[in-house]
């Protein structure tokens, strides 16, 4: 299985930054899509972003909500996928979840995925 440890969350302030990164280790190249994905209390798991990460590949999708804010990123010499949040709302507080899937399509939806990390917090205040 493809194993996803996300890391960088944290407390900012409105118009602040955050970097969040997601190591993955296991079957990486097997799968052919990674996102990230948020949730806040009593709400669905949103796409944020993915990236088609075979070579070749390249970012796919941004929720309209994070355009022009937010950018999704690869390093595979490091095996991590990264998420660079500018310019953060309180609106973008949630758990954020890096997501491993096999879709052909975007990648921007829940079912489209089958390996998730456990998340890391992100609030802005």
């Known amino acids: 299985h493809v194993q996803l440890v996300e890391s960088g969350g944290g407390s900012v302030q409105t118009g602040g930054s955050l970097r969040l990164s997601c190591a993955a280790s296991?079957?990486?190249?097997?799968?052919?899509?990674m996102g990230w994905f948020r949730q806040a209390p009593g709400k669905e798991r949103e796409g944020v972003a993915a990236?088609?990460?075979?070579?070749?590949?390249?970012?796919?999708y941004y929720a309209d909500s994070v355009k022009g804010r937010f950018t999704i990123s690869q390093d595979n010499a490091k095996n991590t996928l990264y998420l660079q949040m500018n310019a953060l709302k309180p609106e973008d507080t949630a758990t954020y979840y890096c997501?491993?899937?096999?879709?052909?399509?975007?990648?921007?939806?829940?079912?489209?995925?089958?390996?998730w990390g456990q998340g890391t917090q992100v609030t802005v205040s």
């Open positions: 296991g079957y990486f190249y097997s799968t052919y899509c």
């Open positions: 990236i088609r990460t075979r070579t070749g590949g390249g970012p796919t």
């Open positions: 997501a491993a899937g096999y879709s052909v399509g975007l990648c921007s939806r829940t079912y489209e995925y089958g390996y």
